[in-house]
């Protein structure tokens, strides 16, 4: 009898978003202090990709339009264009708008990596890579159903603290619209 691998037929989908916050903050001046009441923004400062297998279109853009098959789950993932480290963003929901609703709720979930690689400061280069603890959060759902859900991408942005350049302080949350279709 020959060795049979079975595999789900679900897979697991990752969409990482990029946030220029200088455009947010240039242009959102008046930022919500309420997460439950987040400032709707335009499609010209985010930045979301997917494996290009589900990327339908829009890859690279505020309005990625992507797909997913019922059973698959999709982790979104936010970061800012300094990747964290002076402004920084935190996907904090994804909420059902118009539409199909295909998504179930969304939970936060964290994977720890006690040895991740990182540069080392030490080096001309980075390299050789030395590790360091780290732990990698995303927003994730099981797509529940077929069809076509736009929604909302909520996202805290924080910024350096004017009195503190070792602290992060929050700047406001703000929301857009992206697209997901599910066959």
């Given amino acids: 009898m020959d060795d ?4 789900s037929s679900s897979q697991a989908i990752d969409v990482l978003i ?4 200088d455009y947010v903050r240039a242009n959102y001046k008046s930022p919500s202090t309420d997460p439950n009441k987040p400032v709707g923004i335009d499609h010209n400062s985010q930045h979301m990709i997917v494996s290009n297998a589900n ?53 936060y979930n964290s994977v720890r990596r006690k040895q991740a690689a990182v540069p080392d400061v030490n080096s001309l280069n980075g390299l050789p890579a030395t590790s360091a603890d780290i732990s990698f959060a995303s927003i994730d759902s099981k797509v529940r159903s077929t069809g076509k859900e736009n929604f909302y991408v909520q996202f805290g942005l924080y910024i350096l603290d004017p009195n503190d350049s070792n602290k992060q302080i929050l700047y406001g949350y703000f929301y857009w619209d992206p697209t997901i279709t599910v066959k």
């Fill in 4 to 7: 049979v691998t079975l595999k």
């Fill in 55 to 107: 990327a339908i279109s829009g890859q690279g853009s505020a309005d990625l339009n992507f797909s997913a098959r019922a059973g698959d789950t999709v982790s979104f993932r936010g970061t800012s264009i300094y990747q964290n480290s002076d402004d920084a963003v935190i996907i904090y929901n994804i909420k059902y708008w118009s539409g199909d609703q295909v998504f179930n709720n969304f939970v």
């Fill in 18 to 21: 990029v946030i220029d916050t």
